[in-house]
């Protein structure tokens, strides 16, 4: 089994900045590619910014030059540095981890999510 354990939410003003950490634990050969979502009220899932292993980064638009995703692989944990917060950044935030699993096995793995609320 692959656990992903998320923490960093609050409550911040806007202009502030806040620090989401996701840590795996479990049976990990490696973690592939990790991502960390978000989802507002009455709103669909969205991508937010994932890493690769190897360190290449994409982000979705609206968080670009604001947010940056970083991994630390030697213990497992991935990071989302988020600067300059908006009230429309508003949500619960997700870490998502493809990994390989010590038998070999491809996982999808999500945390429990953590949330974030910026007050105008």
């Known amino acids: 089994q692959v656990q992903l354990v998320e923490s960093g939410g609050g409550l911040v003003q806007a202009g502030g900045s806040l620090r989401l950490s996701c840590a795996a634990s479990?049976?990990?050969?490696?973690?592939?590619?990790m991502g960390w979502y978000r989802q507002a009220p009455g709103k669909q899932r969205e991508l937010v910014a994932r890493?690769?292993?190897?360190?290449?980064?994409d982000y979705t638009d609206s968080v670009k030059g604001r947010f940056t995703i970083s991994r630390d692989n030697a213990k497992n944990t991935g990071y989302l540095q988020m600067s300059n917060l908006k009230p429309e950044d508003t949500a619960v935030y997700y870490c998502?981890?493809?990994?390989?699993?010590?038998?070999?096995?491809?996982?999808?793995?999500w945390g429990q999510g953590t949330l974030v609320t910026v007050s105008s």
């Open positions: 479990g049976s990990i050969s490696r973690i592939n590619v």
């Open positions: 998502n981890a493809m990994a390989t699993s010590l038998q070999g096995r491809k996982l999808a793995v």
């Open positions: 890493i690769t292993s190897g360190g290449s980064t």
